[in-house]
């Protein structure tokens, strides 16, 4: 059924206030406002604002420092790889930017069979992926939503010789609250919504018809999702469709909306930039189009805004990219993504892809890239089925939980995919990775982690804490 209370939380004069009030590249002002952020703490509004309008290249230079430091306090060298499942184009919404709106007649339409799902599934499980971020147009024609349930029983159920995915994360429409409770009940990790924009004129020019048209019931679904149970929830911005800063301003007061009522802010933000999509000239030109200099200021803002928040970065971007901000706060990242239903099986049919992808490397590759640049994959999925989620994640999280647990199951994981599957160029390559980061890891963990990995090269498998 649907219900939803009214949306007060968003508060544009607050937002234009503090966009306009800040004075331009302070250093006294944005040196105490980066000293504050190396604290751990996360920043206000105020303060977001503030770093959002510099632009002197030293002060900037200082933004990135400080978010260098803060990510790798937290999460250290880890890296953790998902890649996207996309069961359906079809849609009933007409977002301008999309190559699955309704009344897109360039793309070829599919919807996976149950079948299908499952070798789809096998095809990711077979490359070595563990997690895996299922995703869909909106709309289950002839199957209702039980068929998301069915497609998330049926990937579970999916095991080959050398793994199987263990954890599945949703980005669907939003759904009513007994839907989520479903859904909950189904084992999912994390469900993900990008609102696209939070500036109400912006989303109704974007979002023509369709139920993609009720800005009230999108942007209320993190509180019915959390109502219903599903405690890790991910936020996300289309970045393009309007200004950046109105957009991590208000996204900040969506976290903190959370916060006050559900006692935890989201689990992770994702970073979209519109990329070029077959039947949409909009998404050619985007009206806001972020440059790259902006995109790696407002990924280093956010990173010392909700230092605990995990960031994802997909395969819109470049390889070149992707690297960069892995340094700047980005702390998950898809690989080997198709992003058309059927693409892992059947690659000659891209023409059904949501949008153009930067990286088009296998995930053997985007491993190998990672951890020659000194970075650790990892393939992770220990928290939720400990049940560390939620509040629960986040205070275990700020007194180090991250480095401790996360740190071992990191290596554990990765351990496993280079033993299972990678080339011996990434063989070669994770080795010294994992090396240099025993090394520079405390005698405890260490000691965790060696006999973690032990247990891998002595044939078991998904060890975790
Ligand atoms: N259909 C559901 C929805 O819109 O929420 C869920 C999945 S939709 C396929 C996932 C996301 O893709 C959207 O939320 C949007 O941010 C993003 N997207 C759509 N068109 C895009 C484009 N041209 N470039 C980059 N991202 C795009
Ligand atoms: Fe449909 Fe989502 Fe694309 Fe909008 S963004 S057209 S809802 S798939």
């Not at 992770?268 to 039947?279: D, K, L, N």
């Not at 070149?320 to 980005?330: C, N």
Request: with cysteine; hydrophobic share 40%; charged share 25%.
């Amino acid at each position: 059924m649907k219900q939803q209370s009214p949306i007060d939380w968003i508060d544009e004069a607050a937002i234009a206030g503090a966009l306009g009030s800040p004075a331009r590249d302070d250093p006294g002002q944005v040196r105490a406002i980066l000293d504050k952020a190396r604290t751990l703490t996360g920043l206000g509004l105020a303060e977001v604002a503030v770093l959002s309008t510099v632009t002197s290249p030293d002060l900037l230079a200082e933004v990135f420092d400080a978010a260098r430091t803060v990510k790798d306090e937290i999460y250290g060298r880890r890296v953790v790889l998902f890649a996207p499942l996309y069961f359906s184009n079809i849609c009933q919404n007409e977002c301008v930017y999309c190559a699955f709106r309704k009344n897109n007649h360039e793309l070829s339409r599919r919807f996976l069979t149950l079948e299908e799902v499952a070798q789809e599934t096998a095809a990711l499980v077979e490359q070595g992926h563990k997690r895996l971020l299922l995703i869909a147009g909106e709309a289950f024609p002839g199957k209702g939503f039980s068929y998301l349930l069915d497609a998330i029983a049926t990937i579970y159920g999916v095991h080959r010789d050398r793994g199987e995915i263990r954890r599945i994360n949703v980005n669907v429409a939003p759904l009513t609250v007994e839907e989520f409770r479903a859904l909950k009940a189904a084992g999912i990790g994390t469900y993900q919504l990008f609102q696209e924009t939070y500036h109400r004129p912006t989303y109704a020019e974007v979002h023509v018809a369709g139920p993609k048209t009720d800005f009230a019931w999108r942007v209320s679904a993190m509180d019915r999702a959390m109502e219903a149970g599903i405690d890790d929830v991910g936020l996300g911005v289309l970045f393009g469709l309007y200004d950046w800063r109105f957009e991590i301003l208000a996204l900040m007061q969506h976290i903190a909306h959370l916060e006050q009522c559900f006692g935890v802010g989201c689990h992770t933000i994702s970073v979209p930039r519109i990329e070029p999509a077959v039947g949409s000239a909009m998404s050619e030109a985007p009206p806001y189009a972020v440059s790259d200099d902006d995109f790696r200021k407002l990924i280093a803002i956010l990173r010392l805004a909700v230092p605990y928040t995990g960031m994802i970065m997909s395969t819109r971007e470049t390889p070149a990219m992707r690297r960069e901000s892995l340094l700047l706060g980005i702390s998950q990242i898809s690989g080997g993504s198709r992003t058309n239903p059927g693409g892992y099986t059947e690659t000659d049919a891209e023409d059904a892809s949501q949008f153009q992808r930067g990286d088009h490397r296998s995930l053997d590759e985007v491993v190998h890239d990672v951890a020659e640049a000194g970075f650790l994959p990892s393939f992770c999925t220990a928290c939720y089925r400990r049940g560390r989620t939620g509040k629960d994640f986040m205070d275990m999280a700020k007194p180090g939980l991250i480095r401790e647990m996360c740190g071992p199951n990191g290596l554990s994981t990765f351990v496993e995919y280079l033993e299972d599957y990678a080339s011996p160029a990434t063989v070669r390559a994770g080795n010294q990775a994992i090396q240099a980061e025993l090394e520079r890891m405390p005698e405890k963990i260490r000691h965790y982690s060696e006999t973690m990995i032990r247990k891998v090269h002595e044939g078991k498998r998904d060890v975790f804490r």
